[in-house]
């Protein structure tokens, strides 16, 4: 093979396993993991060096196959020692997102913020979340990736950019909503009747945002990339069943806001009804883009469309009564179109309201 160019050398079949053909871009990744471990055990801090050997394992070059789960779970035990120690694993992750061009780094790093999400400490997950001290939004910088080396990793690359973008969205709705989303903390696995009550003591104002932050989120996982160019990669099946868990916890956080705003129809004001109604189309816009995700809990999924369909069509028949009503007193007293505006519109008393019905006296 002496003399041959590089650009074949780069295309040559090295061997085959399981089913695969493994190229000379796999053993390149294969010898650059190797060097940054190999790196990382010269430069890094000795007692931080296992994590940083951790880190590097769970997210190598190998475009097939996810991080593997006992590096996943050496990351997520450094949350038992001390906050420096957790401190350094988010930054060695960030800076290892946000310096790589490689699409398999990238993916399995965000695959691991993740994992941080859903199965890390309190005090990890809020080392994430306010990464970095400056805060903002797209801190993953990911929105221009682009991996064209082969047309897989191009096609990962979308999934780069899509994921990113999502892990930000869970992030801000996870600080809204004062828990993270589809972790230990969540609501699913919580006391119904005790969420119902915590929810019910919100105003108005709040529970309009944490329901469009929800609706924000759901949109995100309805624009999830198409995975029949990827079938059978199970990096991207990973990917998909994470997020295909945050969805059962979003439709079951939205679920319950929906219930709760149903008892408070006639206490909403008519800028909170127009805001409401807006949120629930956006999310009836994602109910056929979404479907693939909620077979397995078909009777569920159902039951909350149906409740988000009711009250959106309930709210509309409310305010067209009241458009009636006040048509009807305006042709009777002459009052005029401002006059008619100002009384349909927040009253101070409106803007206060928050109590569902079944708490009035």
Not at 143 to 166: G, M, Q
């Amino acid at each position: 093979m002496v003399g041959l160019p590089f650009s074949f050398l780069h295309s040559f079949v090295i061997c085959s396993s399981m089913g695969r053909t493994t190229i000379l871009r796999d053993i390149i990744g294969i010898i650059k993991d190797k060097a940054s471990q190999s790196k990382a055990a010269l430069l890094s801090d000795p007692k931080t060096l296992s994590l940083h050997l951790a880190l590097l394992r769970a997210t190598t070059h190998d475009p097939f196959t996810p991080p593997d789960p006992r590096h996943l779970d050496a990351l997520l035990a450094s949350s038992h020692t001390s906050r420096a120690a957790v401190s350094t694993v988010v930054e060695a992750l960030m800076d290892r997102l946000q310096t790589t061009r490689d699409a398999s780094v990238a993916i399995k790093c965000l695959i691991t913020a993740h994992h941080i999400v859903k199965r890390g400490s309190f005090i990890l997950q809020d080392q994430l979340s306010v990464y970095p001290s400056s805060g903002g939004r797209n801190y993953l910088k990911l929105s221009d990736f682009r991996d064209n080396t082969t047309s897989l990793t191009w096609e990962l690359s979308s999934w780069v950019r899509w994921y990113a973008l999502y892990l930000e969205n869970l992030l801000q709705t996870s600080r809204i909503l004062g828990f993270f989303l589809s972790s230990n903390s969540s609501s699913v696995d919580k006391d119904h009747e005790e969420q119902k009550e915590k929810i019910s003591s919100l105003i108005n104002s709040q529970l309009l945002k944490e329901i469009n932050s929800l609706g924000n989120l759901i949109e995100q996982i309805s624009s999830m990339p198409d995975s029949s160019h990827s079938y059978g990669n199970l990096l991207v099946e990973e990917v998909e069943g994470l997020v295909g868990e945050d969805y059962l916890s979003s439709i079951h956080e939205v679920s319950i806001r929906v219930g709760e705003f149903k008892e408070r129809l006639s206490c909403l004001s008519f800028f909170d009804s127009v805001e409401l109604v807006l949120t629930l189309k956006r999310l009836e816009a994602c109910k056929e883009r979404l479907s693939a995700l909620s077979q397995t809990k078909n009777a569920l999924f159902e039951t909350v469309w149906h409740s988000i369909s009711e009250v959106k069509d309930q709210i509309g028949n409310d305010e067209e009564g009241r458009l009636l009503s006040h048509h009807g007193l305006s042709s009777k007293n002459k009052v005029s179109e401002s006059s008619r505006y100002g009384e349909r519109v927040l009253k101070l008393a409106d803007s206060v309201k928050f109590s569902s019905i079944r708490f009035s006296f």
